[in-house]
């Protein structure tokens, strides 16, 4: 490897001791750049790797609320906005229990990368609390979301930062954080958050994005391989939003989802989640219980296998699309032995470095990674933003036609960043270079800071 690569990723190790996540991904992106930083000795010179390991700011706050009982709770908040160098801060909140830097930090490189992928002018951000939704009421998730927002939005706005969704965070938190943004700014700037209402200057098409986006970019790969969607069966994980929208444009495309799963295990429908009532049932699951898919198996009559993940199921595509670090080795070797010749990662880094690794050594399996796989979801914001500036709405299928185009060019400008360097049909490495050599041009062009 590139010594000047190498020598960062210790210096990040070092640094980031207590944040595994956060040395992951970095691992993760810059084993991929060897060859480009080889070809660019100046980057080294500017030490430009150091500088796009290290956010540009990241703040913590603190954020009070009450709950319907009357008790008061204190929750910890952050915002990283990690990289500006392509365009206004941009990346979605997560609120979840075990949120904390190490998991912002994280989220946020892979944002700078991702957002860069999506050819559209987006710098990278992330942020979230670890306050827990399980179980809150709407009172008690609008005054937490009311108090958020008063604690950061002297922070954002529209050229400034502009933060969306991510796990534990969808439309109703992003309407009472506007709501509380528009309250204390008395000035109407509904590009400052994306994945809003669409009675309020949401996007059509934003819930649907990344699922969309994700089954578009699997059709690109399988161009690409000289095969066709029709009749794939297609693991998937979770049932959130993400994996709601895989089903739907699965379903419209002639695959089916075989299995979902949540924290209590997974099912498999071996007919596939496939029909408009099954889609939309995951809906209504996921409004009245996040925490348990086996009402869907109890519905619909399948199989529900308690306490696992639907890894090793015959199939003929794999899409993780729940959380981090889903897929470790045992999983991996699972997936490499169940058939499928399609590893889609969806979920941001849902796979650790070594199990990420054995699957790209598999002959038999072409793997296609987050960062470019899921750009969709950011993608549609980035068009909710221009709609908002403009203040104009286009169709349902205006934003599906750009978000198909946008997917077709990041598989193929990954495609062809790897065949750049020698590397094949490496999505991986292709992501990671083609993501990078913008943000890299952009910030070598701006001076040292
Ligand atoms: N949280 C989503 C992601 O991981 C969406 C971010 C956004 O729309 O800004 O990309």
Redesign the pocket.
Known sequence: MNKYVESVIENVKAKHANEPEFVQTVEEVLSSLSPVVDAHPEYEKADLLNRMTEPERMFTFRVVWTDDQGNTHTNRGWRCQFNGAIGPY?????FQKNVYEGIIKF?GF??TF??SLTGLP?GG??GGSDFDPAGKSDAEVMRFCQSFMTALYRYISPDID??????G?GGREIGYLYGQYRRLKGVWENGVL??KGLTYGGSLI?PE??GYGAVYYLENVLKHEGDKIEGKTIAAAGFGNVTWGICKKAMQLGAKVVTLSGPDGYIYDPDGVATPEKVDYLLTMRATDPMHVKPYADKFGCQFVAGEKPWGVKCDVVMPSAMQNDVKMPQAEKIAACGAKYYIEVA?MPTTNDALNFLRAQKHIIVAPSKAV??G??????L?MSQNSERLVWTAEEVDEKLKQMMKNIHDNSAAAAEKYGLGYDLVAGANIAGFEKVATAMMEQGLF
Do not use: H, Y
Not at 162 to 167: E, K, L, T
Not at 377 to 382: N, R
């Open positions: 941009k990346g979605g909140l997560r989220l892979e944002q991702k957002n987006i951000a992330k502009v933060p969306a969704g991510d796990m965070v994306t994945g934003r994005a990344t941001n899921n750009a979801g950011v993608g549609v914001s980035a909710e």
